[in-house]
């Protein structure tokens, strides 16, 4: 079992940063490959990043793909998401996610195993 609590969301204006931090709780966490999506109201959960348990494979999001970037550190066992540059079409909650690794196709996938409770990230025009 796995808990997952994210951290860093809040209001910030088009241009600006965040950095989205999701501690998690539980035994083998450098097992896991870890995700952020992230959901507006009234649309389908989507896919922001993941990364694989050494931290050595990464996948990003085209519509965030060079303003954001996913690390982890499997020693205080938290994942890091940060982002740049950010638009009013961000805004969303996001959510922090965990799976047993068993391919890196899989942790693209949406259907992770663990969920944190979300961060709302609001970017202002």
């Known amino acids: 079992q796995v808990q997952l609590v994210e951290s860093g969301g809040g209001l910030v204006q088009a241009g600006g940063s965040l950095r989205l931090s999701c501690a998690a709780s539980?035994?083998?966490?450098?097992?896991?490959?870890m995700g952020w999506f992230r959901q507006t109201p009234g649309k389908q959960r989507e896919f922001v990043a993941a990364i694989s348990p050494s931290g050595g494979s990464t996948s990003y999001a085209d519509s965030m793909k060079g303003r954001i970037t996913i690390s982890r550190d499997n020693v205080k066992n938290t994942v890091t998401l940060q982002m740049t540059s950010l638009k009013p079409e961000d805004t969303a909650v996001y959510y922090c996610?965990?799976?047993?690794?068993?391919?890196?196709?899989?942790?693209?996938?949406?259907?992770?195993?663990?969920w944190g409770q979300g961060t709302q990230v609001t970017v202002s025009s």
């Open positions: 996610a965990g799976r047993p690794y068993t391919g890196w196709n899989r942790a693209l996938m949406d259907d992770y195993d663990y």
């Open positions: 539980g035994r083998a966490f450098s097992l896991y490959a």
